[in-house]
């Protein structure tokens, strides 16, 4: 059973109270780019034996999005943080590297 | 004029634990930012409490102030007053950016009183409620088996429970399972 905790009610929530809303950090390519960008936009999407980055909703509690770092591996959290940013915060990937030296994900390392 | 009537209309059941319905409840969903003054003071003259913290709930009778999230709070008062209460809010709450919109007929609420009546709600929650963990003056939302539901505590023995109108009568035939008699865990 996966625990995340909700950044933003506090609750450590199970799986049952949230919703899964895919990989993390996707930046959109629309209107004016070109077809191969909106195209790995839509559809390349990460799947890494290890340190995923991911979107949950808190949708059965305070129906927040957030973000969640974690391997899909072993299913361990390294932790939870704010929808409203564009990269994993410096605490976030700390706890990371602390666990799995030398990991990278996308331009994230 | 119609007369208005809750959605089980009082129902009530003995068990473990005594459910019942407890008829209309008045209630206002108010989002806004919550640090702000202005929308502070709306909410101190709808309840007279002030703006609740992280999943706190200020909560007297049939009046009070719930958190339910980062920019959303659930305000109750009386059904009869909720249509003035609520115009004076909107008048106060007009010069910033807020919404409040009277909710009380989308909703139904429950009180699970008894001294089981944590092991009733842990069936049915995915939270934890041990008398550590959770106590009155806390709001938790969450789900009651598979719809969406959230509680507090009016004591250490009584819960009130709010779920949406068009599943009252799910979550009243799922709290009477749990309330069955002999169905004791005796873990909390």
């Known amino acids: 059973m996966l625990i995340l905790n909700c950044p933003y009610c506090g609750v450590d929530a199970e799986e049952s109270e949230l919703a899964a809303g895919g990989e993390a950090h996707l930046k959109r390519f629309g209107p004016g780019s070109s077809d191969e960008d909106f195209h790995d936009y839509l559809f390349m999407r990460e799947n ?62 | 004029m119609s007369e208005p009537i809750s959605a089980l209309n009082h129902a009530s059941y003995d068990g473990i634990a005594k459910v019942e319905e407890c008829g209309l409840q008045g209630m206002i969903t108010l989002r806004g ?101 959770f106590q009155p003056g806390q709001i938790r939302r969450s789900r009651l088996a598979q719809v969406a539901g959230a509680f507090w505590m009016d004591d250490t023995e009584t819960f009130r429970v709010v779920c949406f109108r068009s599943t009252a009568d799910y979550v009243f035939n799922l709290l009477k399972v749990a309330a069955q008699p002999g169905s004791e865990v005796g873990f909390y």
């Open chain 2, 33 to 133: 930012d919550l640090s702000d003054k202005v929308l502070a003071k709306a909410v101190k003259d709808a309840t007279g409490q002030k703006v609740p913290g992280q999943r706190e709930a200020f909560i007297d009778g049939d009046t009070g102030v719930c958190w339910m999230s980062t920019d959303e709070l659930l305000v109750l008062v009386p059904y009869a007053e909720v249509e003035a209460k609520l115009a004076t809010m909107n008048n106060a709450l007009s010069g910033i950016h807020a919404l409040a919109v009277n909710v009380s007929d989308a909703r139904a609420v429950f009180r699970v009183s008894g001294a089981s009546a944590r092991e009733v709600l842990g069936k049915l929650a995915p939270v934890d409620l041990s008398k550590e963990a």
């Open chain 1, 48 to 109: 890494p034996k290890g340190v995923h980055l991911e979107r949950w909703r808190h949708a059965n509690g305070c129906g927040k999005w957030f973000h969640a770092a974690r391997c899909t591996q072993t299913l361990e959290v390294f932790g939870t943080y704010s929808a409203q940013v564009f990269e994993p915060p410096k605490k976030i990937k700390d706890a990371i590297t602390a666990k799995r030296p030398g990991w990278t994900w996308r331009d994230f390392s």
